[in-house]
């Protein structure tokens, strides 16, 4: 499957997994990637490398469940 990531997206899987299974130190990593510690942080310390699904996991309506069922029927 191929990978689509956002315009600022900074890494992408092989570079997570390279990030993971380095023995460079953070700011090593972090000056050889051009990324910042912190990221370099955040992914050595992940087991799974794939992007998140940022969608909502539930919808919040702005009306209420009565006016919602009257709107449908």
Known sequence: MKQVHHSNATTNIHIRSLIHNSSLS????SNQL???QNTVSK????TVFE???SSPN????SL??????RIIH
């Open 26 to 29: 953070n700011s090593e990593l």
């Open 34 to 36: 051009h990324i910042s």
């Open 43 to 46: 992914w050595k310390n992940r």
């Open 51 to 53: 992007d998140k699904n």
């Open 58 to 61: 539930t919808i919040n309506y």
């Open 64 to 69: 209420s469940e009565v006016d919602l069922t």
